[in-house]
Each structure stands twice: as C-alpha cells, then as structure tokens.
C-alpha cells in the first residue's frame, strides 16, 4: 500500500515540474529557468526537485525522452507492408499523438525548444513512415528528404499555433500528398 502511495506521489510531483516547466518555457528559454521559479510554479520544495532531476535542462531531456518513446511506440504499433495507405495511417497516429499532447509538443517544437531534440524526432518519423521511398531515385534525394522533413516541421507548428484547426487524417492527407507530389 506504502509503495502505492509513493508512486501516485511521484507521478504526482512529476507531473506538476512538467507542467510548471512548459509554462515557464512558454515565456522564456530553457537556460533562464531556475530551479527556484520552477519549485515556486509547481508549489513543490527544491529537495523534492533535487530527488528527481538534477536541473531544468535534465527535466526537459526526461520529457524529451518520453515524448521520443511514445512517438516511437505509436508508430512501431503499425507492421503492416508500407504502401500510401499506410504512410497516412502512421502519420495520422503520429499527428493524433501530437494533437493529443499539444500542450507539450508546441512549447517543445518552438523556437524556445531545443533544435536536437527536434531534429531526433523528425527523423524518427519520417524513417519510420519510410517517406523516403516517395524521393526519386537520384542523388538529390537528401535532398528531397529534408525539403519534405522541413516543409512538414513547418506544417505541424502551423498546425499547433492554428489550434488544430484540422484532424489529424486531414493534415496526414495533406503531408503526404505534398511530399508524394515534390519528385
């Protein structure tokens, strides 16, 4: 029962730094967040902080981290062969994932989130929906993929900053459509 308890407490406590950290991120960079303001913002004391993570760089690469598995986790749910359908179907679970936590996911893709983490998660997806056998075969297929892997950043912020103003399967239809048309 003990260990029930502490593990709710825990979650709990990770929960609030979480949030508290995508607050302050919404105003200011990674680098200007203290540890102090984020203890005062998540109503926690800094021990507490200091028994999970060791400053706010760590807590963001945790939530990082997370968001990379679950991406990863929703898409490698999908083993059928790689056809259009499909691309869109893995896409479509990808944007749902994001539309679902777009909460994190705008603060995390912005310009105060950190370029690395967003570089890992596009390549993530794109090798994932494997887009790159939409790219002609020739040697500007690099250059095909970050055309079409920077045109879709661009979409999916849009697509945030916009409120989500379409589903998840509209802008699936819409990002593969754009990247098969671009040969």
């Given at each position: 029962?003990?260990?029930?308890?502490?593990?709710?407490?825990?979650?709990?406590?990770?929960?609030?730094?979480?949030?508290?950290?995508?607050?302050?991120?919404?105003?200011?960079n990674?680098?200007?967040?203290?540890?102090?303001e984020?203890?005062?913002?998540?109503?926690?004391?800094?021990?507490?902080?200091?028994?999970?993570?060791?400053?706010?760089?760590?807590?963001?690469?945790?939530?990082?981290?997370?968001?990379?598995?679950s991406?990863?986790?929703?898409?490698?749910?999908?083993?059928?062969?790689?056809?259009?359908?499909?691309?869109?179907?893995?896409?479509?679970?990808?944007?749902?994932?994001?539309?679902?936590n777009?909460?994190?996911?705008?603060?995390l893709?912005?310009?105060?989130?950190?370029?690395?983490?967003?570089?890992?998660?596009?390549?993530?997806?794109?090798?994932?929906?494997?887009?790159?056998?939409?790219?002609?075969?020739?040697?500007?297929?690099?250059?095909?993929?970050?055309?079409?892997?920077?045109?879709?950043?661009?979409?999916?912020?849009?697509?945030?900053k916009?409120?989500l103003?379409?589903?998840?399967?509209?802008?699936?239809?819409?990002?593969?459509?754009?990247?098969?048309?671009?040969?």
């Amino acid at each position: 029962m003990k260990e029930l308890k502490q593990s709710r407490k825990t979650q709990y406590t990770q929960m609030v730094l979480r949030d508290a950290l995508m607050e302050l991120m919404e105003q200011k960079n990674i680098s200007q967040i203290t540890v102090k303001e984020l203890c005062v913002k998540a109503d926690i004391n800094r021990t507490t902080f200091y028994a999970h993570y060791t400053d706010p760089n760590d807590l963001l690469h945790k939530i990082e981290a997370d968001v990379l598995l679950s991406v990863g986790n929703a898409v490698s749910s999908l083993h059928d062969p790689i056809d259009k359908s499909n691309i869109i179907k893995i896409i479509q679970e990808l944007l749902q994932y994001i539309a679902d936590n777009n909460k994190y996911i705008q603060i995390l893709l912005s310009e105060r989130g950190d370029v690395q983490f967003q570089k890992e998660l596009f390549m993530m997806i794109y090798e994932k929906c494997e887009l790159m056998a939409l790219a002609p075969p020739s040697s500007t297929k690099e250059f095909y993929f970050i055309f079409v892997l920077n045109g879709s950043v661009g979409l999916i912020q849009h697509w945030l900053k916009s409120g989500l103003n379409k589903s998840a399967n509209e802008m699936a239809e819409i990002i593969f459509n754009m990247a098969a048309q671009i040969k």
